[in-house]
C-alpha cells in the first residue's frame, strides 16, 4: 500500500529565502506526481505534475523533482514571498483511474 | 470561466439526517472524484466515477453514496450512517481517469455536526 510522507510539517522562513519542500514515497511504481497548494479553507490548486518518465517540471518560481528510485519528489520555491504562505501537498498516482494517495502536507509561513 | 463549482460552502446535518453536496464543473471531463480532508490529515478518496452512470468506491467509501446521472454533476449524499461526518470535502475532476491526466479541484464544502 502507497503511504506517502511531508516532512517537516511547518516551515516559517523569511522572506526573499530559497526554499525545498520534501515528499517521500513508499511505492515507487508510481504512474505520476502531482503537487497542490492549498490556501485556508479553500480547495487545492494544482502547482506541478511530473510524469513517471519526468525528472523535473518547472512553472515560474517553482521547481518539482522526481527520484522515482529514492521513492522522493522536492517542490523547490525561489525567492519566497509572502503570497506563498500556504499548505503544500503532494500526491502520488499509483493505480488505474488517477487514484492519487496524498501527504498530510507542510504548511508554509513567509514573514515579511 | 471553467471550473469545479461545489455547493454549498457551508452544510450542517442533524442527528439521523442525510445530507447532499454538490459538486457540478462545466471542463467537460469525463472523471470526477470526490474526497474527504480532516484536520491534520491527507485527503482520502469516497468515491469516484470514470463516466456517465458508473461510479467506484474508493478508500472510506462507507456512510456515503453518489450517482452520476450527468457528465457534469457528481452529488455526495452523506447519510445517517456515517457516524463521523465533520470533515471539509473536495469534489474533483479529471479529463478521463486516464493515469497521466492532472486532478483538478472545487473550493471544498465544510459539513459540521449540529
Known amino acids: 500500500k502507497q503511504e506517502v510522507t511531508q516532512i517537516p510539517a511547518a516551515l516559517s522562513v523569511p522572506e526573499g529565502e530559497n526554499l525545498v519542500l520534501n515528499c517521500s514515497f513508499t511505492?515507487?511504481?508510481?504512474?505520476?506526481l502531482q503537487w497542490f497548494r492549498q490556501d485556508p479553507g479553500k480547495g487545492l490548486t494544482s502547482l506541478l505534475l511530473i510524469q513517471s518518465s519526468q525528472r523535473e517540471q518547472t512553472s515560474g518560481r517553482l521547481n518539482a523533482s522526481l527520484d522515482k528510485s529514492s521513492g522522493r519528489s522536492t517542490l523547490y520555491i525561489a525567492a519566497s514571498q509572502p503570497g506563498d504562505s500556504a499548505t503544500y501537498l503532494c500526491?502520488?498516482?499509483?493505480?488505474?483511474?488517477?487514484?492519487?494517495?496524498f501527504g498530510k502536507g507542510i504548511t508554509l509561513s513567509v514573514r515579511p | 470561466d471553467g471550473g469545479i463549482t461545489q455547493s454549498p460552502k457551508y452544510l450542517f446535518r442533524k442527528e439521523g439526517q442525510n445530507v447532499t453536496l454538490s459538486c457540478e464543473q462545466n471542463?467537460?471531463?469525463?472523471?470526477m472524484y470526490w474526497y474527504r480532508q480532516d484536520p491534520g490529515q491527507g485527503l482520502r478518496l469516497i468515491y469516484y466515477s470514470q463516466i456517465v452512470n458508473d461510479f467506484q468506491k474508493g478508500d472510506i467509501a462507507e456512510g456515503y453514496s453518489v450517482s452520476r446521472e450527468k457528465k457534469e454533476s457528481f452529488p455526495l449524499t452523506v447519510t445517517s450512517a456515517q457516524k463521523n461526518p465533520t470533515a471539509f470535502y473536495l469534489c474533483?475532476?479529471?479529463?478521463?481517469?486516464?493515469?497521466?491526466?492532472?486532478?483538478?479541484f472545487g473550493d471544498g464544502t465544510r459539513l459540521s455536526i449540529l
Open positions: 471542463l467537460n471531463h469525463d472523471a
Open positions: 474533483a475532476s479529471s479529463i478521463s481517469a486516464g493515469i497521466h491526466q492532472p486532478q483538478h
Open positions: 500526491a502520488a498516482n499509483t493505480g488505474a483511474n488517477s487514484k492519487l494517495t
Open positions: 511505492d515507487s511504481a508510481i504512474y505520476n
